[in-house]
């Protein structure tokens, strides 16, 4: 079992490039979207939340089930689900434009269990700044790793919600003795500071950095570096891309039963390309079509 931990919101999404193009909702959320995709790759998996009992609520977790996502962990509330307006540049690039104040995925709680069976757990975007909830998530993630648990960590650093850089970048660091596999883009490196060795000094057993088209590349702690190029597609837009990325990851180890530190440290060469390969793969599909659409298995073909 893979549990994902984090928000799921609406996004809505623009019809077209420009600030007032029309807007059509969607199911999203970065911890949502990896869990969708986890599903539809075939992985067993479960969802960590807190969501709203209104009709954007019901959606976003009917489309879990959809997936074959495990909802029996997700807390409900009365307060209105989390908007995030996306604007599309000319090259479908996103941007967003947060709706967070008083919404129910803040108001998480950290459970006293995993899900039976939890080999892995991962964490990212909003839920790891919007306080009270941060708080909470960031103690599972804690528990997590000192119960011997995978942890996986994206931050995808949304610049707007972060009141104070220099703390979040602070806390950010913190995190690291308990990640197993940091995944982040090239921009959020960029924004971040540091470097992935630095980081892999810290704690994880390996840092992935995705730069768009033009592939992915892995560090790990013995010093390896391996890359692949991207995959060549017809880009509608690219929400959900690193998402995908992150699920397709975690489905990779888990696969090849290589979630775990001495798993990662044994996957070499091969091991690596066939993983990055895979995701690179999923990505592409995902930024093929409208929205966040990560692909099933039988579109991506085995790791």
């Known amino acids: 079992m893979i549990v994902v931990a984090g928000e799921a919101l609406i996004d809505l999404v623009p019809q077209g490039t420009g600030a007032l193009a029309a807007l059509t909702p969607a199911l999203g959320g970065g911890p949502y979207n990896t869990a969708v995709a986890l599903g539809r790759l075939g992985s067993a998996s479960a969802f960590c939340s807190r ?32 908007l995030a307006v996306a604007t599309l540049d000319a090259g479908g ?8 104040e008083g919404t129910a995925d803040r108001l998480f709680s950290a459970p006293e269990t995993l899900p039976a069976g939890t080999r892995a757990i991962s964490f990212g ?14 103690r599972l993630l804690r528990t997590a790793a000192e119960q011997g648990v995978f942890t996986a960590l994206d931050p995808n650093v949304r610049a707007g919600l972060i009141p104070d850089a220099d703390a979040y970048r602070a806390r950010f660091l913190s995190w690291l003795p308990s990640v197993s596999l940091l995944k982040l883009s090239e921009e959020d490196a960029e924004w971040l500071g540091g470097s992935p060795r630095e980081w892999l000094a810290a704690g994880p057993s390996a840092v992935v950095i995705t730069r768009g088209g033009d592939g992915l590349t892995a560090f790990t702690r013995d010093g390896g570096e391996y890359t692949v190029a991207g995959e060549k597609v017809d880009v509608v837009d690219t929400i959900g891309a690193g998402d995908t ?36 793969r999923a990505a592409a599909i995902t930024c093929s079509r409208a929205g966040a659409e990560p692909p099933f298995a039988s579109e991506v073909g085995e790791v």
């Open 125 to 138: 975007t909003c839920s790891l700044v919007l306080e009270p909830g941060a708080t909470a998530y960031e």
């Open 93 to 100: 690039s996103a941007s967003y434009s947060f709706y967070v």
């Open 245 to 280: 990325v992150n699920a397709a990851l975690l489905h990779g180890l888990a696969v090849t039963d290589a979630l775990s530190p001495e798993g990662v440290a044994a996957l070499g060469d091969q091991g690596w390309a066939r993983l990055l390969g895979f995701a690179a």
């Open 51 to 82: 969501t709203s009992r209104d009709a954007f609520g019901e959606a976003l977790l009917d489309g879990l089930r959809s997936a074959g996502v495990d909802v029996s962990a997700v807390q409900r509330g009365a307060e209105p689900t989390t």
